[in-house]
């Protein structure tokens, strides 16, 4: 089945600094990922949905300068946290969908950051 | 923006019994709700999903329901097994995008 692979799957870094969590289709190719953020006992909630070869649309909220996605190819997509805080401690998701079209959304098994 | 609402928050069940859990969502355009669950300090795997032709859809201890004009849908899990312990989460496609949004959760507990 599909597989969706997030490196690394935990990160401690000092405040101030910048992370890059990666996001890789290993199966299949995916036109569109998504990124989630979940705060413990929380839900899922949308960051920004990243196409291939596209800006991506970041959702209401959500500082695009500071929160950097980049879809380069139909395999692989980053997010990089730029100048991260202790706020910005959170489980990050991603979700990637099929090139084939269907609706079925295959997800990563997160990357826990914690700023200190 | 779409909203999905999803209940009880926690659940206890004896080992053996059955778990129910409801989700209503508002964006009637909504096609695809798919449920997920998640175990401590991993991301989510999808158990089952339903699209809006059918009304139900079972995979042997798990089941789906679906109303659309009611717009609710349920899970249901039966014969409970201390291993289902863990938090489900529904889900409603948006409209536009492919972009999933979350109900808030749902913690099952399985007690032996």
């Known amino acids: 089945g599909a597989v969706v692979s997030q490196h690394p799957s935990w990160v401690i870094c000092k405040s101030g600094t910048s992370v890059k969590i990666e996001c890789r289709s290993l199966d299949f190719q995916a036109t569109t990922m998504f990124w989630y953020r979940q705060f413990p006992k929380q839900s899922l909630m949308l960051m920004a949905t990243?196409?291939?070869?596209?800006?991506?649309?970041?959702e209401q909220g959500v500082e695009k300068d500071k929160f950097l996605i980049n879809h380069a190819s139909l395999t692989l997509s980053t997010l990089t946290v730029t100048s991260a805080h202790p706020e910005d401690s959170s489980f990050y998701i991603c979700?990637?969908?099929?090139?084939?079209?269907?609706?079925?959304?295959?997800f990563g098994a997160g990357s826990r950051l914690t700023v200190l | 923006g779409e909203n999905v609402e999803q209940h009880p928050s926690t659940l206890s069940v004896q080992e053996g019994d059955s778990a129910v859990i409801k989700c209503t969502y508002s964006?009637?355009?909504?096609?695809?709700f798919p449920w997920y669950k998640q175990e401590l300090g991993k991301g989510p795997q999808l158990i089952i999903d339903?699209?809006?032709?059918?009304g139900e859809k079972k995979d042997q201890r798990i089941a789906v329901t679906l109303n659309k004009t009611a717009k609710h849908f349920s899970l249901h899990i039966t014969e409970t097994q201390p291993e289902d312990s863990a938090v489900y989460f529904c889900?409603?496609?948006?409209?536009?995008?492919?972009?999933?949004?979350f109900g808030k959760g749902t913690s099952l507990l399985v007690t032996p």
């Open positions: 889900a409603a496609l948006r409209n536009s995008g492919y972009a999933l949004n």
């Open positions: 339903i699209r809006s032709n059918v």
């Open positions: 964006d009637s355009a909504s096609n695809y």
């Open positions: 990243s196409n291939e070869g596209s800006k991506a649309t970041y």
């Open positions: 979700s990637a969908r099929a090139a084939s079209g269907a609706n079925v959304l295959t």
